[in-house]
């Protein structure tokens, strides 16, 4: 009983981040009807800055978020002006020009860190790195609770700027049909390049504290990248409360696995996305959707 | 259908080809041999991926697993006594067989989903094999040391080549490539038209996943030494699909000329260090050039250039 209390715990924990970093895929898909495959590289991108600003200035990494986050921002902004807008609309589904072209920069991206920073393994060690507390039997690190905590604080930060600011109405009224949104009033370019930006910054956050917990090479982020995908997916893609949901079902799922399974844990990446795959196939409109179709069965029983 | 597209303009092309990759072991020393090796390799998976990813309009980012499935059965049953050439069909039977596993729930995905569950497929793959024993796990795997002669394997990546090109030519040629091309222009309209579009793709897909398997056999003898890392790779999966992509999707010629144009490229890399460490600049800013500028490729721009000569040319005639 005490171990499945440290699994759900541990669970809860790891979906904060995974919540964090698919935040940022899932406003983007929501508004711009594009996954962003270059999601990845702009993680890895804001731990060596991170990084950077760490070693050079000893800024603390947690610190370092009030800069990155606002510097990712502006990236992403000029990333969809210089970029995305050039290609043509893909309408309701996503196109392979622009997934294709969004791979081409998260190339680029791995290549830029790869000359900046060479190959090496790094990670960054901060005083309270080794520092843990322990919590229902189970000793958990700081940075780990760290990460849960600035998670949750800007998870909260998104839902209320998407709820009560003009702004977050503008973003979801785009989200649910852009032409009508166009026809009351909303510059929806504007808006698209806000949401690019917005889902860079998310990307950074969630770079900038994966980057307290393991360490990076320029290759860092790809089995991130579908697991962020495997929950956008598990949540319904594009509802912002599915994702939630989706990081909680993956994070409890491999959890689980390595915790009552023999299965080794370098198998674990194969587990998510082999999830990833199922759930593509099994329940391509999420969760809720399931749920919603399992119920309307069960009344017209 | 395109002028240069016209049947004896194609023989002409497969003439070509057939006479850059046959000859040269006449004359050429073992370097050049080793580079059109490459280019012939290169050819095999770009235009095989070209069937499903181009014709079919399917992108998958996951053929790594086929070039692997093809090296690890040669060099597995090769350490077993067998001859390497018998184990081709063997790995052509099973990525076959994988294909057919991976397509039936992957293949009711659209579009971009696709391709994201084929990078999730291509992982799990490469995951599992650098975990396995009997892949040698991250160490390995070497051929038995015996006679090993690099012309047979020339002739063999070089005749594979050509059957591949001239495979997908018939195809296209046939109800099936019309099928194909239904499926990528409108898979809607295409299944009420009565195309059974499942059944179209798995078909392209085993097609192409022996043919990518073949090249993968006849890689492992060349090398005499596989490992996850080299043949599971992501970065080899990215290089199949950049290649028909950059030279032009869809299209016969384009898989042909992006092989030899990353060949190239790779050979030149390897020459100079400075090169080596940004050949994913190279990469990456290819395909956002191509995606901003000229979706079709190499070929779509051959085209757009040929279209203004000949308005060019009529326009002076006219004066």
Known sequence: ?301 | MRAWLLPTRSVAWFGLLAAALLLPPAMADRGTLNDLWNVAFAIVLASAWNLLGGFAGQISLGYSAFVGIGAYTTVLLALAGWSPWLTLPVGAALAVVFSVIIGLPTFRLRGPYFSIATIGVGEAVRVIASGVEFTGGSSGLRMPSGAFHFLPNYYGMAALALVTVGVVAWIREHAFGMALDAIRQDIDAAEALGVHSARYKLLAHAVSAALVAVAGGLFATNFQYISPGSVFDFRLSLSIVLMPIVGGIATLVGPVLGAVLFSYLQIKLLASPALRDSYLFIYGGLLMAVMLFEPRGIVGLWERLLGAWTRARSRAAEA
């Open chain 1, 1 to 301: 009983m005490e171990k499945l209390a440290g699994v759900l715990l541990s669970s809860l924990f790891a979906a904060g981040l995974y919540a964090t970093m698919s935040y940022g895929l899932a406003v983007i898909y929501g508004v711009m009807r594009i996954i962003n495959l270059a999601h990845a590289g702009l993680m890895m991108l804001a731990a060596y800055v991170t990084l950077t600003l760490n070693v050079r200035f000893g800024l603390d990494p947690f610190l370092s978020l009030f800069l990155v986050a606002p510097l990712f921002f502006g990236l992403g902004m000029l990333l969809d002006m210089a970029l995305v807008r050039r290609l043509p609309r893909g309408g309701t589904t996503p196109s392979m020009q622009s997934l294709l072209l969004l791979f081409g920069l998260w190339l680029v991206l791995q290549n830029l860190a790869y000359l900046l920073w060479t190959g090496d393994t790094q990670s960054i060690l901060t005083p309270y790195t080794m520092s843990s507390v322990r919590l229902l039997g189970d000793s958990y690190g700081i940075p780990l609770l760290l990460v849960f905590g600035v998670s949750l604080l800007s998870l909260v930060g998104l839902d209320l700027l998407l709820r009560k600011t003009f702004l977050g109405k503008a973003i979801r009224a785009v989200t649910q049909n852009r032409d009508a949104a166009r026809l009351s009033g909303v510059n929806a370019d504007r808006i698209s390049a806000v949401a690019f930006g917005l889902g860079t910054a998310f990307a950074a956050i969630a770079g900038t504290m994966m980057s307290t917990l393991y360490a990076f090479t320029p290759d860092f982020g790809r089995s991130f990248l579908l697991k962020a995908f495997c929950i956008i997916v598990l949540g319904g893609l594009g509802s912002f409360t599915g994702v939630a949901v989706g990081a909680l079902v993956l994070a409890l799922i491999e959890n689980l696995f390595a915790a009552y399974t023999p299965i080794p844990t370098s198998f674990q990446d194969a587990i998510s996305f082999s999830l990833l795959v199922l759930v593509l196939v099994a329940a391509p409109s999420g969760l809720p959707a399931l749920f919603r179709s399992f119920s309307r069965k069960a009344v017209a029983r």
